[in-house]
């Protein structure tokens, strides 16, 4: 395909072509739900290329593998194929892992590193702060290791955090500190330190970050609003006095402040990037103008934002279904029975009911079950988070990289060798005494023979089986094959069977341990038969909670789809329900409480942006919450859009349309019933 301007600019609206045509210099594309915004990035990196960029001097950057996949493959659709191999099109994390692979030895890691799996992240800091005693009143590993993450994303260090000052800060602080030691002893990192060692290989060594300014002349950055801030950092440092870098997003649709997210690094863009172009894409092709109109109306009573105002040609549609339900299992039951009611051409898949928080999936589960409404559930546990595939990987991670004690000590005694936990705690003691990895300690014959007999044949036959697998690993390849032999070699999948009862679920683990050993085959087989380990144990790692998300829900699945509003984001369905819109559900408590209410309208923003033809808002009278039964009042929310875009209905009967004053006198009145303070 020729990259002329005619086939780059086509359809596009004028807006759309604006950002297309400006090419030079800092841009901020303003994109709102709905508005084409991948569209507008594929026909800018080929507008690019059709000036005389080389492909080899662009970089796209977005949040999931999925997406970066489907840029490549839609950029490849409109230039030459060959064209667009050369494009690096990549997440944060892939882009600063390639870095590291071959730099990070000048920050006194070994290019071998391996990067660690959330559990093995909380069971350090367990480890860690059992270690230092600080495990009394306050201790909570995910809420450390949070807030550990936090600070990493806030470019942060262990001092930081222990002068801050609020309560348990010394403590996290500390944890933190040696929780950053032993990953480095064992030479692990994690997703966090992909960024930060990226981030500080640029500045204390300049001359690595002149050679990635040399490479990659233009930047882009899709949902710029997601970005915390060093991902920012990064983008500065990489854009040098150049400055060439779009940041695509939409600062309305910025909901992962809780994971660090910085939405002041969309708002204060022209402060970063001084002189840049400010584009808006306001055209939605995706839902009706009643539906853009209402999530207008409430976004616009948020303050931190840039002005935008959703427009289509959609028509107006049907107007939003309010519906008051007695109960969450009334409020359940009516769901389900609109969607019997509604879905007579078997086209389930059009629908979507969306939630807050994800304990209200499971009366909606329940009910859906026993009504047989075909149903899937996003963001269930995957089949990689099943105990026995962690602990397949975890043998494959240990190959890979002998100094990872966690992976060892997950593994160590699956299946059981005799190995009990008295001999665990002398073999991490005495790795603290000499200062070397446990598998280390595994060499010592002298140490061994401290032990009782079977557990040291268990620990040598364990060494030995997996000397001998890094032994075969070390070629490409077989990766299948190789994997087999070595969990023969450590008695795993004939083991399965001692270690889970009844005789059935040891079946069924045994076949997905096996289904496991078929992904290795596929993975090996995509790569001409001549993949790494540590290729494919990259692949896993680099996978994150979206790209589980979008395996379990493909076009094939007929079925109507549950699932958190924060999940739904970049998705769309025809038919779309909000349940539990209520207060201190929806905007949530906890919110609230923190002072983050605009970002949880930001998402009920997002939540009503899925919806292409219709809205349907369900909340319930009362909820049970904690074992109680509490009286609810209806969300805010629901009083920020305006006169003649709802109606007001309950699952009985759908009443006649009411104006917006009608609505808000019936909510008055239920307010009305209750104290402030409940």
Known sequence: MTLDSPSILAGL?????????TLEGPVLLLAGAGTGKTRVIICRIANLIRHGVPPSQILAVTFTNKAAKEMRSRVADLIEPSLAEKLTVSTFHSFCLQILRHQIHKLGYNRNFSIAAEGYQKGLVREVATELGVTGTGFNADEWLSAISRAKAALESPSDVMAKGYPLSDKIGRVFARYQERMRQMNLVDFDDLLGLTVRLWEEHPEALEFCRGVYHYLMIDEYQDTNSVQLHLMRLLAGSRGNICAVGDDDQSIYGWRGANLGNILDFETYFPHAAVLRLEHNYRSTNTILNAANELIAHNRSRHDKHLWSQQGEGEKILMVRCADERDEAEFIANYLLDRVTDGQWKRHAVLFRAGHQA????????RKRVPHILVGANSFYERREILDALGF????????????????????PRGIGDGTQEKLVEQGRIIGQPLFQVLSDDDWLKTLPGSAAAGLRQFRMALIHGAERFATPGDLCKKAETLFADLDYIDGLGRMYKPREDALQRKENVLEFLGSLDEFDGKRGHQATLEEFLEQMALEDARDRQDRRRNDSDNSVTLMTVHASKGLEFPVVFVAGMEQKLFPHQMALDEGNEEEERRLCYVAFTRAKEQLILTYADKRRVQNETVRRLPSRFLNEFSEGLAVLSTPAKVLKPASLNDIRGYLDSLRAQFKPSQ
């Open 396 to 415: 494959l991670q240990l190959v890979a990289n002998p100094k990872n004690d966690m992976a060892l000590l997950r593994v160590l005694n699956v299946p």
């Open 13 to 21: 609206n004028p807006e759309q072509r604006k950002a297309v045509e």
């Open 362 to 369: 499971r009366v909606l589960e329940e009910t859906f079950r």
